[in-house]
């Protein structure tokens, strides 16, 4: 097996379209304000012939899978889904093309494959969930409460986030590539709800960095800002989702409750080379 380099963005969308929600990373990363820090590897089912790989060009090959490593944060981000579930043996002949350490975001079963090749920490079971909607007017779940933040804010959000969200993938930069939303009391950021991935081009967005003080839980301060941000973006994309831990059963019923269904499950974990691998 062979992934061959595919930085042809229309083959890209055609292959994400398939299935929007997942591969949102696929399409958000498609936006001219991402585009720069992607590298795209396609796997087509005759790659491993001679010559293959220059016949899958000429002919404007369309991928059977897709390899996406996101380089626009300090750790670079592989996203490693399957068209229609685990890669297998395809993730593994992949294995070179990954950056030395990173984030790894697949099927349980294939991180399982990786487990030997890679040293895996922090793996996290996560579930994909889809919006489908406010299912109440969004001043009635508390959206007023809210503000957009802006690069001055930047200070208090990473004073938040490092009482609420420890470990989150915030970096300043986020907040200049996509809208956040946060309640402020006395001078004081109390809870946020930012984006991941936003592109109006692609119609896609996902949410993340959603996070209360711990102090402050239960008041349904998160629930304003998501509603707030999700208000904010709802006209301008088509498909909305997030990522959260399966086991934050507060944080499911409060998606819930904005319009949000369960999609997928999946996992994610930090890789670096394991030591016969590192040279």
């Given at each position: 097996?062979?992934?061959i380099?595919?930085?042809?963005?229309d083959?890209?969308?055609?292959?994400a379209r398939r299935d929007p929600l997942?591969?949102?990373f696929?399409?958000g990363d498609?936006?001219p304000v991402q585009?720069e820090?992607?590298?795209?590897?396609?796997l087509?089912?005759?790659a491993?012939?001679?010559g293959?790989a220059?016949?899958f060009?000429?002919a404007?090959?369309?991928?059977?899978?897709?390899?996406l490593?996101?380089r626009?944060?300090v750790t670079?981000c592989?996203?490693a889904f399957?068209?229609?579930g685990p890669?297998?043996e395809?993730?593994a002949a992949?294995l070179?093309?990954?950056?030395?350490?990173?984030?790894?975001h697949?099927?349980?079963?294939?991180?399982?494959l990786?487990?030997?090749?890679?040293r895996?920490?922090r793996?996290?079971?996560?579930?994909?969930?889809?919006?489908?909607g406010f299912?109440a007017p969004?001043?009635?779940?508390?959206?007023?409460r809210?503000r957009r933040?802006?690069?001055?804010d930047?200070?208090g959000?990473?004073?938040?986030?490092g009482?609420?969200?420890?470990?989150t993938h915030?970096?300043?930069?986020q907040?200049?590539r996509?809208?956040a939303?946060?309640v402020?009391?006395?001078g004081r950021l109390?809870a946020c709800a930012?984006?991941h991935v936003?592109?109006?081009?692609?119609?896609?967005?996902?949410?993340g960095n959603?996070?209360?003080?711990p102090d402050?839980r239960?008041e349904?301060l998160?629930?304003a800002?998501t509603a707030?941000?999700l208000?904010h973006i709802?006209?301008?994309?088509?498909?909305?989702?997030?990522?959260?831990?399966a086991d934050n059963?507060?944080?499911?019923?409060?998606?819930?409750?904005?319009?949000?269904?369960?999609?997928?499950?999946?996992?994610?974990?930090a890789?670096?080379r394991a030591?016969?691998d590192s040279?």
């Amino acid at each position: 097996m062979t992934w061959i380099p595919c930085p042809h963005p229309d083959r890209i969308r055609r292959f994400a379209r398939r299935d929007p929600l997942r591969f949102a990373f696929h399409l958000g990363d498609l936006d001219p304000v991402q585009w720069e820090y992607t590298e795209w590897f396609a796997l087509a089912g005759d790659a491993g012939e001679p010559g293959a790989a220059g016949a899958f060009e000429e002919a404007g090959g369309e991928p059977d899978e897709l390899l996406l490593v996101y380089r626009g944060l300090v750790t670079p981000c592989v996203q490693a889904f399957g068209r229609e579930g685990p890669l297998g043996e395809a993730l593994a002949a992949a294995l070179p093309l990954l950056p030395g350490a990173g984030f790894l975001h697949g099927e349980r079963a294939d991180l399982d494959l990786l487990a030997g090749p890679l040293r895996l920490e922090r793996r996290a079971d996560l579930l994909r969930m889809a919006w489908r909607g406010f299912p109440a007017p969004p001043d009635t779940l508390g959206a007023g409460r809210a503000r957009r933040l802006d690069p001055a804010d930047v200070p208090g959000l990473l004073d938040l986030l490092g009482e609420a969200y420890p470990g989150t993938h915030f970096e300043p930069v986020q907040l200049l590539r996509a809208p956040a939303f946060g309640v402020e009391e006395d001078g004081r950021l109390v809870a946020c709800a930012g984006l991941h991935v936003l592109s109006e081009a692609e119609g896609v967005a996902m949410l993340g960095n959603v996070a209360t003080r711990p102090d402050r839980r239960g008041e349904g301060l998160a629930r304003a800002a998501t509603a707030a941000l999700l208000a904010h973006i709802a006209g301008g994309v088509d498909h909305v989702g997030l990522n959260v831990r399966a086991d934050n059963a507060p944080g499911r019923a409060l998606y819930r409750r904005l319009g949000f269904t369960d999609a997928f499950p999946y996992q994610e974990c930090a890789y670096s080379r394991a030591s016969r691998d590192s040279s």
